[in-house]
């Protein structure tokens, strides 16, 4: 049998795997993937782990609490609200809306956001600080508010809503990518590629794109977790997703009414929240912390 | 120094006017009539034809604009489709409410989150700055909306401190002057004027401090990154090395040079401000902008949606250029950076 190791080599991990490696070596880092992971399997695969369904009621069993108090019922892990829904049902296919849906929508403005804004800055090259401070300023404008005006437009709705996030985000990505290119582009490193008579496609994805990851993937945890926080505040204000959706916003609109009789229809969605956005966001400030310890400031 | 502010100054004068011209273009974008859509006057109302007249819809769009621009400085922006209210009026009673509680939120805000976050980068490391960290990434983290759920619960419902919602007392029977209650009270000739302030405040302290939680962790998380990077620095240990005692070395040095990344974030302090605000006003029914708009948009009344967003974006910008004249006023290193092409 041949050895395909025949050569000994020295392998040196790319930057990349490095950064991979120091958020591996951290525990809170490495906590926070698993809670992401989990989650994002919850938010696909929901429905059926979930053991009722969203809407399904339980006559018998109306605003029970969860199931360690004296009153709760082993069937219903975290208790029912008012209606008799399962709590835990609820919360699991409500992921799907909280965390999946922005999630879909940020990569998808990320997409065409670095595209558009990568486009821009290779062909056009503008190099107007005037338009540039001009974005700066409307840019400063919060994603809510943007939102809500699309919503103001559109009509309220989870689609409409989703459709309003998505768009929101993709002016940032492609200022971040145009802002990012310009720079890199002053670097001598690209001028020698240019030198070297690369084509614009090859200057972009094997000489730019490794060099603005950095800042591409900085912004996109920022985007996230602002976008689930979005998602979940037009759900409560009642613009996102409609009553009966398990969205979490939703979900804490619906529990204002019974908030002092049953806490827990209040207490959990927005537990459920408030643990993915710290788990986003610490995984955020985690990579932002290898990346510019290894790819450098 | 000048250079910059015009520079900066038409800068807002160029975001106003896309602004306003989004604004004018929204009533077409909005389903059904534009007429209707800008000013509220339904199709089969007996002035519709001099409000059509008057917004320039006989003529072509430049017209139309202009139209909407004098009716905008004249004050004629077209009244409520719910409630037939005059806009202009409901919106100066509505518009120095919300600014009230912004304003106290950001002066809350600055009051807590510097300190605190000099306090951390002084410790850092200490088990006094990872305490500190912890809470601002969970104060970071935290939905406003369920936040001010959780603290109506403790400390209105159950521990019985502070009023649930509204403004003030409705048995004050103070009456709507600025809008502001604060002001309002002061200006009113009602007996008993201390009770009645003290009931305000005990209205306005519980959504003032949760209104303030994001921006202050948010001045806590840069001051702190930034007074960190300060403290490495090499003109730091030479103060130390010439002796001087830890008070001096932080108030002469290094804090004056940590402000200045944080005063380039004020901005951004201050447009999450507003977006909770917008949230915060409708979970306390504090009779301001957001809460109005926020009902707008789910009773689809486009000229309140119109002119609220017009205002609260105005707003955010006019803020944001002039943290910007403030930032360059002060810090001759940011001036050269707005100079630069």
Known sequence: MLDKNLYYEVKNPSPLQLVWQDLRANPISTATLYILGALLIISIFGPLLAPYGS??????????????????????????????????SRLMHGARYTFGLPMLAVIIAALVGCSLGA??????????????HLLDVLLSIPSLLLALVIIAVIGPGLSNAILAIALVFIPQ????????????????????????????RYLFFSVLLPNIIKAIVMHLTIALSAAIL????????????????????????????????????MALPGLAL????????ILGESIRSALDKRLGS | MSRVIIRQLSLLLITLFLISLLSFSMSYWFPGDPVTNASGIP??????EEVFEKRGFDSNIAHQYISYLRSLFEGDWGQSMQDN??????????????????????????????????????????????????????????????LAQVTILIFAVVLDVVPIAGQINPLFDVPAVSGSILIDIALSDIDHKWIAFQNAFLHIVLPAIVLATAPCVLLVRFTRASAIHVLQQKFVKGAYARGLSTAEVMFKHAIPNTMQPVTR???????????????????????????????????????????GLLVLASIILTVNVFANILQAWRYPQVRQEFYAR
């Open chain 1, 119 to 132: 486009i821009s800055a290779v062909n056009v090259g503008v190099k107007s600080s005037t338009v540039k």
């Open chain 1, 274 to 281: 408030f643990v993915t956005l710290i788990s986003v966001n």
């Open chain 1, 230 to 265: 979005d998602i979940a505040a037009l759900g409560f204000l009642g613009l996102g997703a409609q009553a009966p959706a398990p969205e979490w916003g939703a979900m804490l609109a619906q529990s204002l009414e019974v908030a002092y009789n049953s806490p827990w229809v």
């Open chain 2, 43 to 48: 199709i089969d109302h007996p002035r519709y």
């Open chain 2, 85 to 146: 209210s005059e806009i202009w009026d409901e919106l100066s009673l509505r518009l120095p409410a919300t600014l009230e509680l912004t304003v106290i939120a950001l002066a809350i805000a600055l009051c807590i989150g510097p300190p605190l976050g000099i306090i951390a980068a002084k410790y850092y490391r200490k088990p006094i700055d990872q305490v500190i960290a912890f809470i601002s990434l969970a104060g970071y983290s935290v939905p406003v909306f369920w």
């Open chain 1, 55 to 88: 809407n399904e009621q339980f006559i018998d069993a109306v605003s029970l609490p969860p199931a360690w108090s004296d009153q709760g019922d082993m069937r219903f892990l975290l208790g029912t609200d008012a209606l008799g829904r399962d709590m835990v």
């Open chain 2, 265 to 307: 974030q004020l901005s951004t302090a201050f447009s999450v401000l507003v977006t909770n605000v917008l949230i915060t006003e409708v979970i306390f029914s504090w009779p301001g902008l957001g809460n109005w708009l926020v009902r707008s948009i789910y009773e689809r009344d486009f000229p309140v949606i119109q002119h």
């Open chain 1, 173 to 200: 990505f492609l200022h971040i990518t145009k802002n990012a290119i310009a720079d890199e582009q002053k670097q001598p490193y690209v001028l020698a590629s240019r030198l070297n008579g690369v084509d614009n």
